[in-house]
């Protein structure tokens, strides 16, 4: 009775232990936001803002990601790199969960272009714009 209770315990623990192990891949990015975080004054948070996003396609739950750029957004005297960074980061984070709208707000304040139209004179099927119509322009070509 004694083996049998000792081998229970002994089997429950060993799958306990297995489920138990922690991802790596979360810890990495568990790790690389508290850095982050912690240095959200300083440039030096860039480099584990990128690291961190390289997880991006890796880690299960992107909320990791998500609630790091909120945090840092959401605090006073962030670094402008950092701030402007983690702003394109977030956006990248709301694009691949399907928001966005919420990506272009946070892309708007930046400044980037989003769309534009492009005039001028082109080749057109069979060159009829490209033909010169008077003296001088024909001393362009």
């Known amino acids: 009775m004694r083996t049998i209770f000792s081998a229970t315990v002994l089997a429950l623990s060993v799958v306990g232990a297995a489920t138990a192990a922690p991802d790596p891949l979360r ?7 508290r850095q ?4 959200y004054n300083s440039p030096r948070a860039a480099a584990h803002l990128i690291r961190l996003h390289a997880l991006r396609d890796e880690v299960e739950d992107l909320n990791i990601l998500a609630q790091t750029y909120h945090d840092i957004l959401g605090r006073r005297a962030v670094d402008p790199l950092v701030r402007t ?3 394109m980061l977030y956006a990248d ?3 691949a969960r399907g928001r966005y ?5 946070l892309l708007e304040p930046l400044g980037f272009i989003q769309s534009f139209q492009v005039v001028g004179a082109f080749d057109n099927e069979g060159n009829p714009g490209a033909r010169p119509t008077s003296a001088r322009s024909r001393s362009w070509t």
């Open 27 to 33: 810890t990495a990015a568990e790790s690389e936001a």
């Open 36 to 39: 982050a975080i912690d240095l």
């Open 85 to 87: 960074l983690t702003r």
């Open 101 to 105: 709208s919420k990506a272009n707000e």
């Open 93 to 95: 984070v709301e694009r």
